[in-house]
Nanobody, 123 residues
Framework: QVQLVESGGGLVQPGGSLRLSCAAS????????MGWYRQAPGKQRDLVAS???????QYASSVKGRFTPSRDNAKNTLYLQMNGLKPEDTALYLC?????????????????WGQGTQVTVSA
């Protein structure tokens, strides 16, 4: 089974940057597509970005141009570079994986989830 472990969250000022990492262990076929989601207290879990092995990425409109996902397939690690952070980006950021091919935007498409890493954007 695939295990996902996120890291890199923290407290950052508005306009700052963070880089999140998600290390996946287990079968690489279970991580054909990986995604970043975020969830603020009392709100639903929303897609940030989904990226498929071999290419293909979908973004939430609220982060396009500021956030960039990338994959190191040799390390089976997913990253999320976040620039121009805003207070409304504050949330628990979760990594997800699926054996389905192609970017996926719905929560049920993902069978594996990490525990999340907290990102807080505040002055």
């Amino acid at each position: 089974q695939v295990q996902l472990v996120e890291s890199g969250g923290g407290l950052v000022q508005p306009g700052g940057s963070l880089r999140l990492s998600c290390a996946a262990s287990g079968s690489t076929s279970s991580t054909n597509t990986m995604g970043w989601y975020r969830q603020a207290p009392g709100k639903q879990r929303d897609l940030v970005a989904s990226t498929a092995w071999g290419g293909g990425t979908q973004y939430a409109s609220s982060v396009k141009g500021r956030f960039t996902p990338s994959r190191d397939n040799a390390k089976n690690t997913l990253y999320l570079q976040m620039n121009g952070l805003k207070p409304e980006d504050t949330a628990l950021y979760l990594c997800a994986a699926t054996d389905l091919r192609g970017p996926r935007t719905t929560v049920p498409a993902y069978g594996r989830w990490g525990q999340g890493t907290q990102v807080t954007v505040s002055a």
